[in-house]
Structure formats: C-alpha cells, structure tokens
C-alpha cells in the first residue's frame, strides 16, 4: 500500500500508538510519525527501541505541520491534550483518538477542534492487557474492527483518508453512531471487563490467589478473566467513568440474569440452565463461523462437532 498522509503525529505512545507506528512502518502509509509521551521516561523507551522516526518533547513540536494527529490517551486526558495542542494544528488536519468511549471524547474534544480541523473520532476494536511503548506490535489490527465514528458535518474526504488508513493497518473498517457505539461496546467490552476485574477480585477476597491455590489449580476460564483483569487501571477506570449510563444498563441486565440463573440453581431448574447455555453456545459458534475469533483454536469448528 502507498502513503496516506505526509505526517503523522501521535500523542500518547502506549499498546495502540506504538502498534499504529509498527503498522505504518510495515505499510509505507505516512512519510514521518512524530510522538509525543507526557513521561520522559516513555520518550526515553520510545527513542531507545525507535519508536517513531522523531520523538518529541512537547505535543507542541509533534502536531506541528501534522496531517493526521491521533490522540492515543487515556480517554480522560482526551479534553487537556485536545486544549494543548489546537493552537498549533495547520488548518485541514485530521484530528482522530482510539478512545473506547466515543461519546465523552466528543464532547470533550469537538469543542477545543479550530475551525478548518476535522475531527474523525476513530476505535480499534483491538488490544491486549499489556500497556505502554514496549507492548506494541504490527500485526494488532489485522483482520479486526475498526469503528469510526464521524462528528455531524465532518469532511468526507478526511474520512476516506482516514478509513484508508485504518485499512492499511490491516483493519476492517465501518462507521458507526457514538451512542449505539458506546451500547455496543458496553455490552461486548466494558461490562465483560468488569465482570472480569470483579471475578477475579472475589478470587483474592478468598485470599487463595496469592496463595497459588486458585492460580495452580485454575481452569482455563479462570485464568482467561486474570488475564483480561491485568489490563490498565487507569484507561478502564476512564472507560467506567465515560461510559456510566450504557454501562449501569447493561449490568443492570447482567443482574437480572445472573438472579434468574442463581434462582435456577437453587430451586434445581436444570431446564433453566441447559437451555440458557444452549443460547449461549449459539453465539460463541456463530462468532467462530464468521471468522471472528481469530484467536481460537480450530478444533470443534468442524460440522457435526457437538
Ligand atoms: N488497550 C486496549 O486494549 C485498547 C484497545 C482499543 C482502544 N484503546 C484506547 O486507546 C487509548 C490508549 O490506550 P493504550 O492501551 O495504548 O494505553 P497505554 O497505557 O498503553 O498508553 C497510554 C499512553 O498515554 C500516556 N498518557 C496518559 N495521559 C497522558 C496525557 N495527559 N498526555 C500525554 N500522554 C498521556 C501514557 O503515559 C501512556 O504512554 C485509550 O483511550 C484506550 O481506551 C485501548
Ligand atoms: O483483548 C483484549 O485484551 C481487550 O480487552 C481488547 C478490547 C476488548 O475488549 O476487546 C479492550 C478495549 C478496547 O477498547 C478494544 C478492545
């Protein structure tokens, strides 16, 4: 693929930034990648392992002469970067994030956006529960979703080029709504990793896991939930925060279900619990036939597997 844009600035460099660059790199899609990390430190890995072709010590000098920025914050330092960097965008810059939430950071971010800029709101639906410089990789976004998520009145030409981009890094790429995106994303994201962070939370209540008892014994499933409940602390604790109302609604389900599932159990409805399993292994296959676990083993998958 050939270059989508000159320059391209990103701000923040932890799991996606670093990831974007290595993806850019792969693909020839920008001419330079400046960087910017609030952390001297996160400069310092940055320079030492070549993230970026420049990396620079104020957000100031990265934005400069950018085509594409990309906020690659936590979502509630969304709003100060946006504030600290709009004086110094050149008029028909793209401005676009990876936040989780779209809602919030559009109405943090829009406001601080100087006219002639175009804002594009964008979200990989890709990750790790690994954070920082060091934990990216080229191959993150490919054959996963990208979501953009394009403000009333934004340029159509800015999003094609964006969306070529985000093809470039190996995504497949739709437009979406902000709100259905934040129902969307609290039902397949957000509240799984609450679930996650409060299952394996209960486990260190029975003061077992530190004990190596819950970990030496742990089945597969336990140990999926460490793995999603070792993700970022302050991006997740942003994500709850930004996405309150979406979130509160689906655990407000999630309650109900679980009481109609405990109630099962104690009154031994088996029927209860074979059908509502049956339900959901549906789904779980249903995602593996459109091929969107890429992550999956490929036993099981054959017809006639049961
Ligand atoms: N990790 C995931 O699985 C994932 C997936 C998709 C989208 N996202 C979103 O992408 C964004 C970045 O997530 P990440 O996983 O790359 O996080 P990360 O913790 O790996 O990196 C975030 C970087 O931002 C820097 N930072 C924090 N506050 C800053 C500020 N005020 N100014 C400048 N830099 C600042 C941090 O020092 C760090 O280098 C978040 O908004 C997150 O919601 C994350
Ligand atoms: O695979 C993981 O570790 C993730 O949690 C990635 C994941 C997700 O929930 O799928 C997490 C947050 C994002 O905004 C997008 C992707």
């Keep these: 693929m050939s270059q989508v844009y000159d320059r391209v600035a990103l701000i923040g460099l932890g799991l996606i930034a670093s990831s974007m660059f290595w993806a850019i790199k792969r693909a020839g899609l920008a001419g330079e990648v400046t960087g910017y990390a609030r952390s001297e430190a996160t400069r310092d890995t940055a320079r030492r392992i070549g993230l ?21 914050v936590p979502v509630g330092a969304m709003e100060a970067v946006a504030q600290d960097i709009a004086p110094f965008l050149k008029p028909g810059t793209t401005v676009s994030d990876v936040g989780s939430v779209k809602r919030h950071v559009i109405q943090t971010v829009s406001p601080h956006i100087p006219d002639g800029v175009h804002f594009i709101p964008a979200h990989p639906l890709a990750g790790t529960e690994h954070s920082g410089p060091e934990s990216g990789f080229a191959e993150l976004f490919d054959n996963r979703w990208c979501l953009l998520v394009p403000v009333e009145g934004s340029d159509q030409g ?22 259905h995106h934040d129902l969307v994303l609290a039902v397949t994201s957000h509240a799984p990793h609450l679930i996650a962070y409060t299952m394996v939370g209960v486990a260190d209540d029975l003061r077992r896991v530190t004990d190596s008892e819950v970990i030496k014994y742990s089945a597969a499933g336990f140990r999926d939930f460490t793995r999603i409940a070792a993700s970022d602390p302050t991006m997740w604790r942003d994500v709850f925060l ?30 209860h ?34």
């Design 52 to 72: 970026c072709d420049r990396v620079c010590d104020t957000a100031q000098e990265a934005v400069e002469g950018a085509d594409l920025v990309v906020l690659c």
């Design 158 to 179: 800015a999003i094609t080029q964006l969306r070529t981009l985000w093809e470039g890094l190996g995504s497949n790429v739709d437009e979406m709504d902000a709100d």
């Design 242 to 271: 930004s996405n309150k109302d979406a979130t509160l609604e689906i655990l407000g389900r999630f309650t109900e279900e679980l009481f109609a599932l405990q109630r099962a159990i104690r009154t031994g409805d088996g029927e």
């Design 273 to 306: 619990l074979f059908d509502y399993f049956t339900r959901t292994r549906a789904i779980r296959r249903g995602i593996i036939d459109a091929g969107q676990d890429t992550d999956a083993p490929d036993f099981g998958r054959g017809k006639g597997a049961s």
